[in-house]
């Protein structure tokens, strides 16, 4: 079975810019949840995804968004990006039913100049 | 204070010694996660844990839910142990991780 797989895994971007970050989840899982992880802050829940519904967000501002498809693929968008974004961009899936470990992708490591 | 709380945030072994990791948490779970990060990012889930002991190679976790804690032992160390290692809750009735600060092991030869 394929792990999950982010895409693209490095990426730099400039202020102001956006940027669009994809994450594949394990075939047959139906719940994506997307994590920031920053030195300063550790690892913070952004979002998470349930057969195409958002179930859970957490505090980050609305410049944050995703959504996921019908074939459970999710995508997290950027908009204006900071300096403050710079980060490694982790996703996570797992089966809700019954509720499994969570699985995370490699990551996606932006960094904004 | 944060709901959950890892200790100690650094720790550094000899090669064989035994290792505990402690985590507490405030919060309802459905499920304590450990995890492991090795340099470069990837993350891998050690355990998922609801009750009791969990044994995987040199590896246990146990957690206790009335106490709201739980332990990661690793049994004879080595340096490729070296990592940091997570401690995470699945809030009840979500998918939604909430995680420690992290302890960063280093095992020398």
């Known amino acids: 079975k394929a792990g999950v797989t982010q895409t693209p895994r490095y990426l730099i971007k400039t202020r102001g810019q956006q940027v669009t970050l994809s994450c594949s989840p394990i075939s047959g899982h139906r719940s994506v949840s997307w994590y920031q992880q920053t030195p300063g802050q550790g690892l913070q829940f952004l979002f998470e995804y349930f057969s195409e519904t958002q179930r859970n967000k957490g505090n980050f501002p609305g410049r944050f968004s995703g959504r996921q498809f019908s074939n459970s693929r999710s995508e997290m968008n950027v908009s204006t990006l900071e300096l403050g974004d710079s980060a490694l961009y982790l996703c996570?899936?797992?089966?809700?039913?019954?509720?499994?470990?969570?699985?995370f992708g490699q990551g996606t490591r932006l960094t904004v100049v | 204070k944060n709901e959950v709380e890892q200790s100690p945030q650094n720790l550094t072994a000899q090669e064989g010694e035994f290792i505990t990791i402690n985590c507490s948490y405030s919060v309802g779970i459905s499920a304590l996660h450990w995890l492991q990060q090795h340099p470069g990012g990837g993350i891998v889930s050690l355990f998922m844990?609801?009750?009791g002991k969990k044994k995987h190679g040199r590896l246990i976790a146990t957690i206790n839910i009335q106490e709201k804690h739980s332990s990661l032992h690793i049994t004879a160390s080595h340096p490729r142990d070296s990592a940091v290692y997570i401690c995470a809750v699945t809030l009840s009735n979500t998918d939604k991780l909430i995680f420690g600060t992290g302890t960063r092991l280093q095992v020398f030869p």
């Open positions: 844990l609801s009750s």
């Open positions: 996570a899936s797992s089966s809700s039913v019954p509720r499994t470990e969570a699985f």
